[in-house]
């Protein structure tokens, strides 16, 4: 089964019908504006999906005052993956958009990315420009830095590579199918573009667009140095990492390795300030840092598309965190671990 769905070739595709999915639950006061930049994009969707998941607040009658503009789905409360995997079986497109509930479509997104589907391209990926909960600016994209052409390699070495996440994504529908269903699991009911984005990678190419075609929505400047849903429990990247690892083994009759997360500086930069700055003491983190520095060294030196200039800076950067007064050291870590707070 493997080597059949990575030797097929995907033709290109010429003006390609596209579906956008949106999954709801709670965002009402959100969610019009998200449905809006749906609709009103310069290349139409041939339908838009709305996957309500069991929410409480005005959402239902957000949706339902839509008419038949858009496809609605009401379900009990399941989680995000359960969702996804509820709506893309109503996406009719050749392309699928996956857009947050909360998040901004650029009115040219669709426009911009449905002609570059060529051979055995799968997916689509852009930054997104990231705005807080009013809608403001905050003059910050994620991610820095994109990877592009055949990442299957990616992950049969064990790393994982640079995407966008969520909305910054549009994928060839038929290369989804073979990935259907996403793994569901009861603790941990988010996280369906981990699955979608690093499951596709191993049916063909990804193409890369450097200009934000989309907005996420911050909804507080961070106290902490998490972002987004970063580390919600100290084991869930693991925990998913594992499950990605048994997914695609089902799914695609693959075997890649666990992959060695010690590599991932999304992850690794913010177990690194959470250990040094949750010290008690000056004195204890300059103890901790030098253990916390080697252990984030490795994810430093694996960061792809960047020289040795930007990798120093960035071992730099965990020094004046380990030994700057603690005001500067939690402010420079917030630079560097989460986006919203530059």
């Known amino acids: 089964m493997a080597d059949s769905l990575i030797s097929s070739t995907f033709p290109p595709l010429s003006n390609p019908t596209v579906s956008i999915l949106i999954c709801n639950y709670n965002y009402g006061?959100?969610?019009?504006?998200?449905?809006?930049?749906?609709?009103?994009?310069?290349?139409?969707?041939?339908n838009i999906i709305v996957v309500d998941d069991g929410s409480i607040d005005n959402s239902r009658e957000i949706i339902e005052g839509y008419g038949s503009k858009i496809s609605a789905i009401f379900r009990a409360n399941g989680g995000q993956i359960a969702a996804v995997n509820e709506g893309l079986a109503s996406c009719e497109g050749e392309l699928v958009c996956v857009?947050?509930?909360?998040?901004?479509?650029?009115?040219?997104?669709?426009?911009?990315?449905?002609?570059?589907?060529?051979?055995d391209v799968v997916k689509i990926h852009f930054p997104?420009?990231?705005?807080?909960?009013g809608g403001n600016l905050l003059h910050a994209t994620i991610p820095r830095f994109l990877e592009a052409g055949a990442l299957s390699t990616a992950l049969r070495n064990g790393r994982l590579y640079g995407s966008a996440p969520g909305s910054g994504n549009i994928y060839r529908k038929s290369a989804?199918?073979?990935?259907?269903?996403?793994?569901?699991?009861s603790e941990d009911r988010h996280g369906a573009d981990y699955f979608m984005l690093l499951g596709i990678s191993m049916l063909g190419d990804i193409v890369a667009i450097n200009t934000p075609l989309a907005r996420y929505r911050v909804h507080e400047r961070?106290?902490?140095?998490?972002?987004?849903?970063?580390?919600?429990?100290?084991?869930?990247?693991?925990?998913?990492?594992?499950?990605?690892?048994?997914?695609?083994r089902a799914r695609?009759?693959?075997d890649i390795p666990l992959p060695d997360l010690r590599r991932d500086f999304s992850l690794q930069k913010i177990r690194f300030a959470n250990c040094v700055l949750a010290t008690n003491s000056y004195v204890d983190r300059l103890k901790q840092a030098p253990s916390?520095?080697?252990?984030?060294?490795?994810?430093?030196?694996?960061?792809?598309g960047r020289n040795m200039l930007y990798k120093f800076g960035l071992f730099i950067w965990?020094?004046?965190?380990?030994v700057a007064p603690r005001r500067m050291a939690i402010a420079a870590a917030k630079y560097v671990c989460s986006p919203a707070a530059r």
């Open 29 to 46: 006061r959100y969610l019009a504006t998200a449905i809006e930049s749906a609709l009103n994009q310069t290349y139409p969707a041939i």
């Open 99 to 119: 857009l947050d509930a909360d998040d901004i479509l650029e009115p040219n997104a669709l426009e911009s990315a449905s002609f570059r589907f060529g051979a």
């Open 128 to 133: 997104l420009a990231l705005i807080d909960a």
């Open 176 to 185: 989804l199918i073979p990935l259907l269903p996403l793994p569901e699991d």
């Open 222 to 248: 961070p106290q902490s140095l998490s972002f987004g849903n970063a580390n919600k429990r100290p084991d869930s990247a693991e925990r998913r990492a594992a499950r990605l690892v048994t997914w695609i």
């Open 252 to 254: 695609l009759d693959i």
């Open 292 to 304: 916390a520095i080697s252990r984030l060294i490795p994810s430093i030196r694996a960061i792809q």
């Open 318 to 322: 965990s020094v004046i965190v380990s």
